[in-house]
């Protein structure tokens, strides 16, 4: 019941907030100022039918499809680069198209990654530390995860995806060596992976040099910076956003947040945020089966991590990410990824109620 709380806690504070940075007349598609609310209330409707299903499924036959699952995924994610498939915007290759609907394959990556990741692990427990038979496998798969996200031009994702794989390593109980040599590994290959595309290079540069730029690369962080000082202690008040950012609805929501709610509403959001997690890890944790306990905390920590990581990016802690707020930022593929994450938690929560039954 917390955990639940605390979703719909986070579910309708990204609601409101959607609206209220989103109402302003230069955001108005054709003059609606209800645009991007409507749109988004129609994925949660959505997102909320998948997610109350998901609750309701038997995950260990969900498992025995895993495979078809894991398959599915990777051709998604490889037709992105397909003509008249793939859709491009603003040169990245992120999206598949057919009759009208769109979806970004990298967000549902997320979840079948996590699901990949917490069958090897509770399947070879007893042997976690075998390279041959645990690890490299798990690593394999991982690589294959990232490199897939990254041909789309969505360097930030993999490397969201990278984080949860390494989260989920360490709480399988890998050997620490082994987990510290990932790292070791990983940093090297994450700086590389930035030098290869200039645009890369300039974020970083522009991210050390804040007050260079401000009408270019450092424009959205400039003004986000701006409105999360200019919300003082208590904001300016829910509806009274006036920072013209652009896109605020996407990325950067969480300026919007903080401009209206002020300090005080950074501290509530994280509270919310803290009660989430805290509610999720306690359903892994009180799980006795090791599939559904990694389940959970690999869920937990996807939304937990994607949240910390933009609003680093909002107060300028972070280089820019592209990386949306889950709950928050307008988006239908995000939306209902991060609700099926949801719908994990809440299924393995009702199996440990009911003692281990459905």
Not at 144 to 172: E, G, K, L, R
Not at 295 to 312: D, E, K, P, T
């Amino acid at each position: 019941m917390n955990f639940i709380i605390a979703f719909v806690l986070l579910l309708g504070l990204g609601l409101v907030t959607l609206y209220s940075v989103s109402s302003g007349i230069s955001l108005r598609p054709k003059g609606d100022e209800l645009f991007f609310i409507k749109r988004q209330l129609k994925f949660a409707v959505v997102g909320l039918v998948f997610m109350i299903g998901l609750t309701m499924v038997d995950l260990d036959k969900l498992r025995q499809y895993l495979p078809v699952i894991v398959l599915v995924t990777i051709v998604a994610c490889l037709l992105t680069n397909v003509p008249g498939i793939g859709i491009e915007k603003n040169g990245a290759h992120r999206w598949i198209g057919f009759g009208g609907f769109e979806l970004q394959p990298s967000e549902p990556a997320k979840i079948v990654i996590v699901m990949f990741l917490a069958n090897i692990f509770a399947k070879k427990h007893e042997k976690i530390n075998d390279l041959m038979t645990s690890i490299i496998p798990a690593l394999i798969m991982s690589a294959i995860f990232v490199m897939m996200i990254f041909m789309q031009n969505d360097f930030s994702t993999s490397i969201i995806v990278v984080c949860i794989c390494i989260v989920m390593f360490f709480f399988a109980g890998i050997s620490f060596w082994y987990f510290l040599g990932m790292i070791v590994l990983a940093v090297p290959v994450a700086f590389m992976l930035i030098f290869v595309e200039e645009y890369r290079v300039n974020r970083l540069i522009a991210f050390f040099k804040p007050a260079s730029d401000t009408l270019g690369k450092n424009f959205q962080p400039t003004l986000a910076r701006q409105a999360v000082a200019n919300g003082g202690f208590w904001g300016s008040g829910i509806g009274a956003f006036t920072n013209n950012i652009p896109e605020v609805q996407s990325d950067y929501i969480f300026a919007g947040w903080a401009s209206q709610m002020g300090f005080f509403g950074i501290i509530l959001y994280f509270l919310v945020l803290i009660y989430f997690a805290i509610s999720g890890y306690k359903i892994a944790f009180k799980c006795e089966d090791r599939y559904r306990s990694l389940l959970v905390f690999g869920s937990v920590s996807a939304l937990l991590v994607q949240s910390l990581v933009n609003c680093a990016v909002v107060c300028g802690l972070l280089p820019p990410t592209g990386i949306p707020l889950p709950f928050f930022s307008l988006g239908g593929t995000s939306l209902i990824v991060s609700m099926l994450f949801c719908g994990l938690i809440i299924n393995v929560s009702r199996w440990n109620s009911a003692g281990g039954k459905y």
